[in-house]
Structures are given as C-alpha cells and as structure tokens.
C-alpha cells in the first residue's frame, strides 16, 4: 500500500521539521493546501508592512520551497 510522507519545514535550515504520513494522496494534499495557507495568513497577519501581490506571491513560493513530498 502507498503511503506519502510529507515534511513541512518552518525554515530552510530547520531539522526537525512537521513530518505527516498520509495513506491517501489527497489527504496529504489536503493537509499541505491547509498547512501552507494557515503559515501564509499567518505571516501576512503579523507583517508590519503592507503586503502587495509580488510580496505574497514570494511568500507562497518561500513557503512551497518548505514543502517536500516522497511516496512510501
């Protein structure tokens, strides 16, 4: 049976990031779809700045560059 283990980094050089294992794919891409918006809000709600669509565009591909997926 595959499986699919998901590893969500807080930052690029962090070792001991979230890791999700998930029997179903579309349960991880649930998981990561939510994941990722929740960090995303996140960072744009505590941003002291305004935030324009380049900047969130950046921060969406900051936070995917998190994300890595493998097939068990």
Known sequence: ???YKVTYKA????DKPVIKIFDQWYEAEQ???DEKQARID?????CP?????????DIER?????ISVKQI
Do not use: G, V
């Open 42 to 46: 996140h960072t744009i709600q505590h």
């Open 31 to 33: 998981w990561i779809q």
């Open 11 to 14: 930052f690029d050089m962090d």
């Open 1 to 3: 049976m595959k499986q």
């Open 62 to 66: 900051s936070e995917h560059s998190l």
């Open 49 to 57: 700045y305004y935030i324009n669509e380049s900047d969130l565009a």
